[in-house]
Structure formats: C-alpha cells, structure tokens
C-alpha cells in the first residue's frame, strides 16, 4: 500500500510540473517575470510595440560655385537623400553674385540650416556671428576626426571670443601660380618670361603676331575677369590681399595698395592699351574669364595644385591638340625677394544656424554627414572597391570611370554624383596622409602642369602671410565694401577712366574712409604675436 501511495504521489508531481511548464490556466501562479497574454488570447509578433520610424529631416544649405551648379533634380541628390533619409538641398549660387545673397539671407533672418563663405569675401562674417547668427561648434569638433585634425592655428579666422563659429574646407599650402602657351612661345621664338617686362612683350605678341599659326587675328595675351581675377601676382610683392609691404611707420599695409600693386596696374593698363587682354574683363565672371583661355583665344591663365577642371584641359586639347604649357616661375621683385605666396591652408568655410542648438537629432545628422562629404581617398581607393567612395561619385561606369588607375567624373552637368549635392565636399588631407594632386587627373599635360608648379613650391622659397587669422572689428564692417572700392577705382585706372597718377588719392580716401584703422588693428595683432620679420620658409 506504501508502495502504491508512493506512486501516485510521483504521477501528481509530474502532472503538477507539466501543467506549470505550458503556462498552466487563468489563475495559476506563473514563473516570476513570464508575461503572458489573458486566457484565450494568443499574443501575436503584430502586437509587439514597434520603433518609431527614424525622422526625416529636412536641411537646407548655401554656399558658392564657380562655373554651373548640378541639376536640382540630378539623380546624385536623390540617392544623397535615400541614404541618409533626409530631405537635403544646399543652394549654389554663382560666386560673382553670392555676397549680396548672402547678405540678403542672414540679414532678413532666412538663413538655412548651413552657410559657405569663401576665405577672401568673408569680412561680415565676425560681425554676424557676434549677433547670434551662428552655432558655437567648440563642442563637437573632438567628436569628428576631420575636426580634430585641423591645425590649432587655422581655427583662429573663425574664433571670436573663445568661440568656433566656422569649419575651414582643405586647402593647400603650396602655391597657385600661371601657365603660358609654351607652344605659343615657340612659334614666335620666344623664351619663357622671367620678368613682368618680358611677360609684357610675349602677351602683345600673342595678340598680334598670330602664335597659333592659323592666319586669323584670333588670339590675344591673357584671360582675365572682373575684380580684376586672376590677379596675375608673380610674387609678394604684387600680391593684393596680402601683408607684406610697410608704410612709413613701419606698420604693413594690405598688398592692394601698395607699391608693387600699382605696378601690376600700371601693366594691366599697358595690355589694356595693347588689346592684349580681355576686352570685358570688367564685367566677365569666372566661367567666361575660364572659356576665354580654354577655347584656345588666350595665352596665359592661373594654375593651382588642385582643382583644376579636366574638362576645360579636354576642350583646349580638341581645338588645340599640340596645345604645351609652361609654368611660370616667380619673378624677382624690386626688393631682391623672389618666391611664391603660401596658400592659407583653407579657401573657404561653413558656418551653421545657430537655430540648430535647439535640435541636436538634426544638428548631429548635419555634422555626421558633413564629416562623410569631407573624406579622403587615397588614389588606390578611388575606384568600386572603397564603397564609400564608388557611392560618392555616383557608382563606377556610371559617375565616374577609372583610366590609367585615375578616377575621371563622368557628365557632372547631369548631376549623376552625390558630391555635386553636398555642402562641403572638399577632402581633408590628414596630416599623414599624402594629397596625390595628381590623381584628380588622367590628361598628362594637366597632370604635368601641376606638377611642375608643385615643383615650383619646393625649389622657391614661400611667403606666409601674416594676416591669415587675424580679425580685425573694422574690417568686418567695412572691409567688404572698401575692397570693392579699390577694385573699381583700379578698373578705372586699367580701361583709362582713371589716371593712374591718381593713386595717392585713391589711397588717401581709402585710409580716410576706414583702410587706416584696419591698417592698425591689423598691426596690433602682428606686435602681439611678436611677428616683426616677413616670414619666408
């Protein structure tokens, strides 16, 4: 009998057991945390609670182009849009007439969410971001490797106060310089020039002594725009927007008016004279300025060691396929100096709305994609293989081709490339990292123009500018528009409006009117710096 109650002792356990281990029924105590649905009622995965979709955000953006901007509608933007889930636009607009846009924008308080400014057109830029228009970034640039990598000294052009208000795009430091029609040259027996004089000579006899040998009067000397640019300054000395020359005081002075700067009118007025310039320079804008050399009409333009279009090369090559170029070596100056001018190491920056603060989801999803924009690739990665890469340039056979090993953009004027989209899409070198210039190119006489011209910037010495970074109060109130004074008033003296024998005046009324001021602040900043010698390395 024990042993029978024993048995049927063990069966109710094991019943027991079973009847907890399959949830049982309502009423019965269930394991400690098992949620389980009402008797009846199975639970279903639909009624799982489900994520909130990510938030679509919409960012806008302006800055400016040199040459046309990409289609609004260009597949590039549409797949920029798909990956990152936002609604993203940046308004590009033609650089000659940007600033008065800009103005216009911050000052009716319509900024977008992200702005650019280029370096040399950007004295409102303090004053704005001293009335609240810009976000402080000093927070986040630790957050991003491109950020953290830019030099303690670039960021000073963009502190006001303790605060980062802008984000420099990548530039070199090695220097621009011009090129000349070496083949030009050759035909009229002419050496490569070494002095304004002799660059004087060789421009007058490419407008009247046919150099292309095609019997038509159909060339001239240089290509040249409005605000007289390319500048044409063959070192320092001539050198408009920069601090090399002194007053009588000892104080430097901005280079447009000073000594060397009136020489270089005195030879733009010669050309002018001559018909051995640009006839509507004063009104022409930069895509023109550039059509007038790359149609094979003139004979001496401005070469950089990035950012040259192959495109413009490609189109002088089929109207002039024995088409040589020559770089032109700094000049020696009055003064006994002879070497280039240093890049700045930034040729334009971005500043955002200040506005974001009060969303940092979007504010982080601007700076996350701000920070991919600005990637470099090595040459060896600029093909399918880096993913990043084939998808920034909008899929290989499709945005681009690789020749020769060297990624070449298809059709940019469809607008197929998501970089066309992007607010900054300039790289940052790193500083280990080597900026191959010559794999933007695959045209060897592009890619050996720019060699040679990086060349040029180890066998001269370089001139660095004492006033990158400086601020000065007055300047970026009134800067821009006496720059632009000086530019009309050198215009007139170019066509014949005005005699250049006028530059005294012409200078008095620009100390008058506020140059002087800027003149001593920028030179308090100098003593303070302890910079007393010009700075050649």
């Given at each position: ?6 048995l ?18 309502a ?13 009846g ?16 955000h ?8 040199y040459?046309?901007p990409a289609?609004n ?6 797949k920029l849009?798909e ?11 033609p ?18 969410d992200?702005?650019g ?42 502190t ?17 310089s011009?090129?000349?029609r070496?083949?030009?040259?050759d ?5 490569v ?8 000579a060789a ?8 150099p292309?040998?095609?019997?038509k ?34 104080n ?12 270089l009118?005195e ?9 051995a ?10 895509a ?25 090369m ?5 109207i ?9 070596p ?8 002879q070497g280039l ?15 974001l ?12 994609m ?21 998808w920034?340039?909008?899929g290989?056979?499709?945005g ?31 500083p280990?990292?080597d900026?191959e210039?010559?794999?933007a190119?695959?045209e ?6 720019t060699t040679?011209?990086v ?10 500018q004492?006033?990158?970074g ?5 300047e ?16 007139k003296?170019?066509v ?6 006028d ?5 008095e ?25 010009r700075?050649?390395?």
């Amino acid at each position: 009998m024990k042993k029978k109650a024993l048995l049927l002792s063990m069966v109710a356990a094991a019943m027991t057991l079973a009847t907890a281990c399959s949830g049982g029924s309502a009423g019965e105590e269930k394991p400690t945390g098992t949620e389980t649905a009402p008797q009846g009622e199975a639970k279903t995965p639909a009624e799982e609670p489900k994520a909130e979709p990510e938030k679509v955000h919409k960012i806008t953006g302006m800055t400016y182009i040199y040459g046309n901007p990409a289609p609004n509608d260009g597949e590039g933007l549409k797949k920029l849009n798909e990956k990152f889930n936002v609604d993203y636009f940046v308004e590009k607009v033609p650089a000659e007439t940007y600033p008065e846009k800009l103005s216009a924008v911050v000052s009716t308080g319509s900024m977008p969410d992200m702005i650019g400014f280029e370096a040399s057109r950007s004295d409102n830029f303090p004053r704005w971001a001293k009335q609240g228009a810009f976000l402080a970034l000093n927070d986040y640039i630790d957050q991003y490797p491109s950020l953290k990598a830019i030099p303690e000294a670039l960021w000073a052009p963009f502190t006001i106060d303790g605060k980062i208000y802008g984000i420099p795009s990548w530039s070199p430091t090695e220097s621009s310089s011009y090129f000349i029609r070496k083949d030009w040259l050759d035909n009229l027996g002419l050496a490569v020039p070494t002095s304004y004089e002799e660059l004087a000579a060789a421009l007058i006899a490419f407008t009247k002594d046919d150099p292309d040998q095609n019997g038509k009067d159909d060339t001239y000397g240089m290509a040249i725009g409005q605000n007289i640019n390319p500048n044409f300054a063959m070192g320092p000395y001539w050198q408009f927007d920069s601090y090399y020359h002194q007053d009588e005081n000892g104080n430097y002075i901005p280079g447009i008016i000073s000594e060397g700067r009136k020489e270089l009118i005195e030879f733009f007025h010669k050309l002018n004279q001559e018909k051995a310039m640009t006839p509507d320079f004063a009104v022409l804008n930069w895509a023109d300025t550039n059509n007038e050399f790359y149609s094979g009409k003139a004979g001496l333009f401005l070469v950089a060691p990035r950012g040259m279009s192959q495109d413009y090369m490609t189109s002088l090559l089929e109207i002039a396929p024995k088409a040589e170029f020559a770089v032109l070596p700094p000049f020696l100056a009055p003064d006994g100096s002879q070497g280039l001018v240093a890049g700045k190491g930034y040729a334009r920056f971005n500043a955002f709305n200040a506005k974001l603060k009060d969303d940092p989801e979007k504010l982080k999803k601007i700076l996350d994609m701000h920070e991919f924009s600005r990637q470099f690739y090595p040459m060896a990665e600029q093909n399918k293989s880096n993913p990043d890469h084939d998808w920034f340039y909008g899929g290989e056979g499709v945005g681009y081709e690789v020749a020769d090993g060297k990624r070449k953009v298809l059709e940019p004027e469809k607008g197929t490339q998501p970089f066309l989209y992007f607010q900054d899409n300039t790289a940052w070198v790193l500083p280990d990292q080597d900026p191959e210039f010559e794999a933007a190119y695959t045209e060897p006489k592009l890619i050996q123009a720019t060699t040679d011209l990086v060349k040029l910037s180890k066998d001269y010495k370089q001139y660095f500018q004492p006033n990158v970074g400086v601020v000065s109060e007055t300047e970026a109130q009134k800067g821009a528009e006496l720059t632009q004074f000086l530019m009309n008033e050198q215009t007139k003296m170019i066509v014949g409006q005005r005699p250049i024998s006028d530059w005294d005046a012409m200078v008095e009324e620009y100390l008058a009117r506020g140059g002087a001021q800027i003149i001593e602040e920028y030179n308090a900043v100098f003593k303070e710096r302890g910079y007393t010698d010009r700075r050649w390395e």
